[in-house]
Structures are given as C-alpha cells and as structure tokens.
C-alpha cells in the first residue's frame, strides 16, 4: 500500500440548513488504494463522499466548513474551477447512468468536452483502452455504435466506469456502486476495483461489510455523522477500537 495521501479531510463539518450532517471528519485517503466508507443508513458516508467532488454544491441550503485537500489545494477554496475539479474527481453513482447515446459516445463523453484528445485515433485509443481497463472491450467492441442503454445492468455499469476514467481522474468515487447489481455482476466490479487501484485512487461507498473487507485497503466507519473509526480494513475488522465499528460489524445494528 502507497503511504503517499492523494486527498485528505480536515475538520469538516456539513448542514444541510440548521441540521448538522456530519461532524469533524478527518480523514487521509492513501494513494493507489481503495477507501471504503460503511455505516448504517443515514450515518453521513454518501454526504462525506460527495463533499470529495464539491456534489454537495448543488444542494440548496447545504453549509460546508473545513478543509479538504487534493494534494496541497483546499478543494473549497474560492477559486477553484469545479468543473476542473470534477475532472479530477471521477464519480460512479448507486444506479448505472448511461446517457442516451452510442456506447462509444459514452465514453468519448469527457475527452471531448475536456478537449483531451487531438484527433478521431486518439479519442478511439483512448474509448478502447478505457474499456479495456473497465473489462467491457471484448463485450462491446463489434457494437460500439449501439445505444449504451441496451446493455445490460452490469455491463452499464462497467460503462459508467470506463466513462468516468476515460478522462483520467486522480481519484474515483463509488457510491454503491453494486447495490443494484446481481451477485456475478457484482464480483466482476470488485474484481475490476482491485485492478484499478493500480492507476487510481479509489473511495467506495459500500452498504456490504463483506464487500469492504474483501475489496478496500482502508475502511471509514461513520455513525450518526461522526467518523468513529478509520484505519487498514484489517485492523478495523478484526481489532476495532470502537465498540459501535465492533457492533455493526457484528451484526447488532444497521
């Protein structure tokens, strides 16, 4: 595991109006690693992902205070070009989104609006090799004109994957991203977290303590808006400091 942090929190609190969400978290995000954030309904952890990319922004009356910073820029500072931002920070929402097009404008989607690639070669390199890294090239590559909604659920969204890193992110962001899945769809998504570590930097929202423990190398237990527990996945599920990390590991709630 990289000990070099890609993105950390620091004091972060967030309100949506006079309701307080989450509550100081402090978090450090390893480099070429996956974060899991678990935790039962409600706990903060899909609101704490969201602030990664400023996703809070376009909700009304939501507050954030602290600092979170992709390597030694505070990501909430007043200058920052969001979009850019959101360039930087990938995201893979609960429910495979495709957009309405071809599957190879799907993937094409963030290159050109970025204006990454400089000719048609390029840009088909990049739509091959971003599905190739998201295990859909050889599923998709006699029908890349198709429309990406006739894939079905888990193939989208190894789509939405291979959109997301098609425009090289430094990090990626999960949220639940197989909670709509079934059980083969879902063990390939892991499969393919495990290998994207290797060029990314990954934090997962996951509803699945077994899917925690199998796919991340760090795990974030939050409760009631606070981050009560974070450290190597190993550590946290097999020697908690927490007795709450240690009751809903358990079983006991959730």
């Keep these: 595991m990289s000990g070099k942090i890609k993105m950390s929190a ?15 978290v402090n978090m450090e995000i390893h480099k070429h690693t996956v974060t899991a954030l678990i935790g039962p309904s409600g706990c903060g952890k899909s609101t704490y992902l969201r602030c990664l990319n400023r996703m809070n922004d376009t909700v009304e009356n939501c507050k954030i205070s602290g600092k979170i910073l992709l390597g030694e820029e505070n990501i909430y500072d007043e200058d920052v070009d969001v979009v850019a931002l959101r360039s930087k920070v990938g995201m893979v929402f609960q429910k495979p989104n495709p957009f309405p097009k071809s599957i190879y404008d799907n993937v094409a989607y963030g290159p ?30 006699d029908r890349l004109s198709d429309m990406a909604t006739g894939l079905s ?18 990090l990626v962001l999960m949220d639940e991203p197989c909670s709509a899945l079934d059980p083969i769809a879902t063990a390939i998504i892991e499969d393919l977290i495990t290998e994207l570590k290797e060029k990314f930097t990954i934090v997962m929202v996951t509803h699945s303590i077994q899917q925690a423990r199998r796919v991340s190398d760090y795990t974030g237990f939050f409760h009631m808006g606070r981050l009560l527990e974070f450290g190597e996945t190993k550590q946290v599920f097999e020697n908690p400091t927490n007795e709450k990390t240690q009751g809903y590991i358990n079983g006991k709630f959730g």
């Excluded at 048609?120 to 091959?128: C, H, I, N, P, R």
């Excluded at 190894?158 to 997301?164: D, E, F, K, S």
């Design 153 to 170: 659920g888990g193939q989208q969204q190894r789509l939405c994957i291979a959109r997301a890193i098609a425009i090289k992110p430094e």
């Design 10 to 24: 620091k004091g972060v609190n967030v309100f949506y109006a006079e309701k307080q969400a989450l509550f100081d």
């Design 112 to 141: 050109r609006i970025h204006s990454l690639t400089e000719s048609k070669e390029e840009l088909d390199m990049v739509v091959q090799k971003s599905l190739k890294r998201a295990g859909l090239w050889e599923e998709v590559k």
